[in-house]
């Protein structure tokens, strides 16, 4: 019988490969990675992950959207690690003129939450996981102006703590 966690997973699955392939969209060409195979690695962590237990289905895929940026994050450091003169990987935003540096984003964003969870969770669904504003906050459970606002504040953070690599 299949755990509550793998049920959750095998219903969700399209939506996290579907999220895998935005995460990559620019990026799999050089990570020699595809989103199949980073939706897999993303269902072994969460399978393992037997302690946690999911509220509901927006808890699941958020927990999923993190689990593959993690992912994601181990796949450009191995690069990074195998070829000394790796290129860097970079993300592109609609909302940011520059392309930002994955590493950077990816430790700005940890640093943001330990300011607010919140604020990391959307930035976090923006970037690494190309969601709209209405989908985050279907996500989330919340309306879309408080994400407009929230996404607004996170922007301004990351603007001042990214300086140059990112600008409005």
């Known amino acids: 019988m299949a755990s509550p966690q793998e049920r959750m997973l095998s ?3 399209d939506e996290l490969r579907a999220a895998a392939a935005r995460m ?45 940026r993690q992912a994601m994050l181990d796949a450009v450091r191995s690069r990074r690690r195998a070829k000394r003169q790796a290129p860097d990987i970079w993300i592109e935003v609609a909302e ?12 700005a964003l940890e640093r943001l939450e330990g300011i607010s969870s919140e604020l990391a969770k959307i930035v976090e669904l923006r970037f ?9 906050a279907q996500v989330l459970d919340c309306s879309e102006p ?15 703590e990214l300086g140059g690599a990112y600008r409005q």
């Open 24 to 68: 990559l969209r620019r990026d799999a060409p050089i990570l020699s990675l595809q989103p199949t195979e980073l939706v897999n690695e993303a269902a072994l962590r969460i399978v393992r992950l037997e302690a946690m237990s999911y509220n509901d289905r927006q808890h699941f895929f958020a927990t999923g959207a993190r689990i593959m």
């Open 96 to 107: 940011a003129p520059d392309r930002i540096d994955i590493v950077l984003l990816d430790r």
């Open 11 to 13: 219903d969700l699955y």
């Open 128 to 136: 690494f996981v190309g969601l709209t504003v209405s989908e985050i």
């Open 146 to 160: 408080t994400v407009k606002r929230k996404w607004k504040t996170a922007r301004l953070w990351l603007a001042e």
